[in-house]
């Protein structure tokens, strides 16, 4: 009999592609025949910006451990507190495997302490923030005789834990990009950018242009706060997407506005190397504001000017999403990481 899967997801309620991709590894895995679950903090508690049928449990205690909260009331009230909450969470068995962001760092061994444990590192450039400088390996989460394995999205993650840590188990998995919601539509003569991502760097790239009277015409719209649905449209009606992203394990953003047609501009951001490709994007070396600015310039008078330009791209752009991000490669990556996790869990149970 196949043991639980419970992903640990932080209670966030505004738009987030680390959680999204959670509720979308759970949703695959149950597909596939497994039974796994998401595990929020507080009851009731569900994001609104996105549809979905996955199944969700509670249990405020894992997230108070993980979180070291609350630290600023009284002991007395903390307990009766944490007593009062903890009365209906969720019963999280022996034999259920449990799923960790990796923002939760050294936290992660010390709760359940004897369960077998997976690492989903979305954010390679995150995994030690929380510990000290001169830190072990024997503190972290990843080589620790419970942890059975490391779930990790792009090659650039790949190669930044194995620099750390050497020879342990990774899995990467390939985001699947939704190419019936992610589709070229009528196309504006809007530019679209994510505020959440360095926006500081935006605004000079915006500001140099509208000095320099490229943006005649031009609309600029930002995505805070939108849904999925909203940002979907938005991206495909427009015509290019600023990428401001820096230290990213893969930012979906980037490649949903490529799918979108969007001519993309900006930072890789690291993991977004490996689908930043020249010949349909314009990758910007890391805080050139410069060389932003003038590749949004050029951006610019090749819409304007070459009027089957962002058609052309946008057919190559999606022809290597196709080829890559497809769910079928997915879901085989999954089946792969999670046929060699249960494995290891037995061994390790029965050892």
């Not at 680390?18 to 994001?47: C, E, M, T, W």
């Not at 997976?118 to 942890?147: A, D, M, W």
């Not at 890789?268 to 689908?275: Q, R, S, V």
Request: glycine share 4%.
């Amino acid at each position: 009999m196949k043991p639980r899967i419970l992903f640990i997801c932080p209670d966030i309620s505004e738009p987030s592609g680390g959680v999204k991709q959670i509720y979308r590894q759970v949703d695959v895995l149950n597909s596939l025949g497994y039974k796994a679950l998401i595990v929020h903090q507080n009851q009731g508690f569900k994001p609104q910006w996105f549809k979905f049928d996955t199944p969700i449990e509670y249990h405020y205690m894992i997230h108070a451990e993980l979180n070291n909260q609350p630290a600023i009331l009284p002991q007395w009230y903390i307990k009766l507190r944490e007593a009062q909450l903890a009365r209906n969470d969720f019963k999280i068995d022996n034999s259920d495997i449990l799923v960790f962001p990796e923002a939760y760092g050294p936290n992660i061994n010390k709760v359940f302490p004897s369960h077998s444990k997976v690492i989903y590192n979305q954010g390679c450039y995150n995994s030690f923030r929380k510990f000290p400088l001169q830190l072990t390996k024997s503190e972290t989460p990843y080589t620790h005789f419970n942890t059975l394995a490391t779930i990790v999205n792009s090659d650039d993650a790949i190669n930044y834990l194995k620099l750390a840590f050497g020879d342990i188990p990774i899995f990467k998995i390939h985001h699947s990009i939704d190419m019936e919601i992610f589709k070229p539509a009528s196309k504006k003569k809007q530019i679209l950018y994510m505020p959440r991502k360095n926006v500081g760097d935006i605004k000079q790239v915006i500001q140099i242009n509208a000095l320099r009277e490229n943006l005649n015409g031009w609309i600029i719209k930002d995505l805070d706060q939108l849904t999925h649905t909203e940002i979907a449209h938005a991206m495909n009606e427009s015509s290019i997407f600023l990428s401001s992203n820096l230290d990213e394990g893969f930012s979906l953003p980037s490649i949903e506005a490529m799918a979108s047609g969007c001519l993309v501009i900006g930072y890789p951001g690291k993991g977004g190397k490996e689908y930043f490709k020249p010949e349909f994007s314009m990758p910007v070396s890391d805080k050139d504001i410069q060389q932003f600015a003038i590749k949004l310039e050029e951006g610019i008078q090749k819409i304007e000017n070459q009027p089957q330009y962002l058609k052309d791209i946008a057919q190559k752009a999606r022809t290597y999403i196709s080829n890559n991000h497809i769910e079928k490669s997915e879901k085989r990556d999954i089946q792969n990481a999670w046929g060699f996790i249960l494995k290891a869990n037995s061994n390790r149970l029965n050892a």
